[in-house]
C-alpha cells in the first residue's frame, strides 16, 4: 500500500518519512510546498530511494492532489502540512487560515472524492490522519487533570484556532460522509530536523554562538515533551490498527517547565559543546516579555492509545535531549543553511520588541 504524506520536507514529517521507509517496504508520495519550514535537504538521504517520490506543491491544489491520488492510489493520507509555529501566528495568523483550515478542506474533498471511487475492501482499509494538537484544549491549571481526548476545545491562540477549525472539519467528514478519519493530539515535539525558531533548536543555536536564551514571562509554563521517533511509532500504531472516527492523545509523559528543559539543556552543551570562556551556558539565560495569551500548561492522557494501540514513549527526556543536541551539533551545515536570510528577519521580528523583561 503506497501512502501519501503531506508536510514531509518538515519536522515531524521528514522524521515519520525517514523512519517508514526503514520499517516498511511501502511506497511514500510526500506532498510538500516548501515553505520556510520545508526543507529538502531533510530528505538528502532517500533522494535515489525509489520507494519515496517527493512532490513539490500545495494541498490546496486540487487538481495535483487529485492527480497524486488517481496515480497513486494510496491506501492512506497521513496529513502534516501546516503552518505550525505560535509566535508566528500572533504576527500574521492569515496564513494559519489559508493553510490549516482552507487547506485541510481542500484536502478533505480530495480524499473524499478519491475514497468514494474505491472498491469496497479498499474503502474500508483507507484512513485519513490528521495530525493535531493538546493546544487546541487550551491552558490547564496546576492541579488540573491532563486532557482526554473528550476534553472542550477551548484554543488560545490563532495557530492553535486554526489547528482546532481543521479538527472539527475533519471530525464532520466522519459523521457526515462516512470518510475513515482519525485525529491525533501530540504534545511539544523535539528531534532532529526541527526548524530553530521552536524553543529546544533555538536555544541550542543560540547556546553554541553565545547568544542569549530568551525565556517568555517567568519560564514557568508547562508543556509535555514527546521525542520525534515515538511520536512516528505511535503514528504508525494509529495507522495500523487506529478505528476510523477516533482520537487518540500522544504525549511523552514529561510535564516540564521551559526553566527545567533550558537547564538541562544547559547541561548537555557545557558537557558536548563547553564554552570557550569555560562559564557555564546558564549565564546566557535571559527573561523577556511574555507570548500574548500565553497558554500556561499543557498536559494530555494517553490511557486510550496505551491500553487499545499498545503505544508508550521508549525516551526519557533525558535521553531524548541528549540525542537532539548532539544531531544538532553533528549538523552545524545543516544549521547553517536553515539560519540565514529569512530566518534572520524573523529573529528581528520576534525577537527585537521583546527586549528586556516586563
Ligand atoms: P513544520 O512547520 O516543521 O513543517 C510543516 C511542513 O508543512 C513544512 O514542510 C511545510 O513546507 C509544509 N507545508 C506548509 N503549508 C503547506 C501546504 N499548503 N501544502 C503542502 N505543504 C505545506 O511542522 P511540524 O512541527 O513538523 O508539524 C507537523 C504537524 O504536526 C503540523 O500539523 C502541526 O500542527 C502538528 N503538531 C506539531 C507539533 C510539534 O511539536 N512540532 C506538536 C503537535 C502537533
Ligand atoms: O504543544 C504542541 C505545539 O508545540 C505544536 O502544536 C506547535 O506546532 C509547536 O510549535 C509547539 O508550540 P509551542 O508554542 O509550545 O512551542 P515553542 O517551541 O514555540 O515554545 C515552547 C515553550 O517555550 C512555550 O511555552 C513558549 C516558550 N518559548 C518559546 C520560544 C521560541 C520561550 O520561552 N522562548 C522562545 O524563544
Redesign the pocket.
Known amino acids: 500500500m503506497t501512502i501519501l504524506v503531506t508536510g514531509g520536507a518538515g519536522f515531524i514529517g521528514t522524521n515519520f518519512v525517514l523512519d517508514w521507509l526503514k520499517v516498511s517496504d511501502e511506497p511514500i508520495v510526500n506532498l510538500d510546498k516548501l515553505t520556510y519550514a520545508g526543507n529538502l535537504q531533510n530528505l538528502q538521504s532517500i533522494a535515489d530511494n525509489p520507494k519515496h517520490e517527493f512532490v513539490h506543491g500545495n494541498i490546496e491544489d486540487q487538481a495535483l492532489v487529485a492527480s497524486l491520488l488517481t496515480d497513486h492510489r494510496p491506501g492512506a493520507i497521513v496529513h502534516f502540512a501546516?503552518e505550525?509555529?505560535?509566535?508566528r501566528s500572533i504576527h500574521g495568523p492569515e496564513e494559519f487560515v489559508q493553510t490549516n483550515v482552507v487547506g485541510t478542506f481542500l484536502l478533505l474533498e480530495a480524499a473524499l472524492e478519491y475514497w468514494r471511487s474505491l472498491a469496497d475492501t479498499d474503502r474500508d482499509e483507507f484512513r485519513l490522519i490528521n495530525v493535531s494538537?493538546?493546544?487546541v484544549f487550551g491552558s490547564l491549571g496546576p492541579d488540573d487533570s491532563p486532557c482526554t481526548e473528550e476534553s472542550r476545545y477551548a484554543p488560545n491562540s490563532p495557530?492553535?484556532a486554526s489547528?482546532a477549525a481543521a479538527d472539527h472539519l475533519v471530525r464532520s467528514y466522519f459523521h457526515t460522509y462516512g470518510l475513515p478519519v482519525i485525529t491525533t493530539h501530540?504534545?511539544?515535539?523535539y528531534g532532529p530536523y526541527q526548524f530553530p525558531?521552536?524553543?529546544?533548536p533555538?536555544?541550542t543555536l543560540n547556546g553554541t554562538q553565545g547568544k542569549s536564551l530568551?525565556?517568555?514571562?517567568d519560564?514557568k509554563?508547562i508543556?509535555?515533551w514527546l521525542y520525534v521517533t515515538d511520536h512516528c511509532t505511535a503514528l504508525r500504531s494509529v495507522l495500523s490498527n487506529g478505528k476510523p472516527g477516533a482520537v487518540y492523545n500522544i504525549a511523552g509523559n514529561c510535564e516540564m517547565t521551559?526553566l527545567e528543559?533550558i537547564d538541562e539543556l544547559c547541561t548537555q552543551l557545557d558537557e558536548l559543546a563547553p564554552d570557550d570562556s569555560g562559564e557555564p551556558h546558564r549565564r546566557l539565560i535571559e527573561f523577556?516579555k511574555d507570548?500574548p495569551a500565553?497558554?500556561r500548561r499543557?498536559a494530555l492522557a494517553t490511557d486510550k492509545i496505551e491500553q487499545e494501540l499498545g503505544w508508550r514513549p521508549t525516551e526519557t527526556f533525558a535521553s531524548g535531549i541528549r540525542k537532539t543536541v548532539k544531531w544538532y551539533l553533528d549538523n552545524q551545515a545543516w544549521l547553517d543553511d536553515v539560519s540565514s536570510g529569512q530566518y534572520r528577519q524573523w529573529l528581528d521580528i520576534?525577537?527585537t520588541q521583546r527586549a528586556g523583561a516586563e
Not at 186 to 189: A, G, I, Q
Not at 197 to 200: F, G, Q, W, Y
Not at 214 to 217: D, F, L, M, N
Open positions: 501546516a505550525t509555529h505560535v509566535d494538537t493538546d493546544e495557530y492553535s489547528k501530540c504534545t511539544n515535539n525558531e521552536k524553543l529546544i533555538l536555544m530568551p525565556i517568555y514571562g519560564g509554563n508543556r509535555d521551559n528543559v523577556v507570548r500565553h497558554d499543557y520576534n525577537y
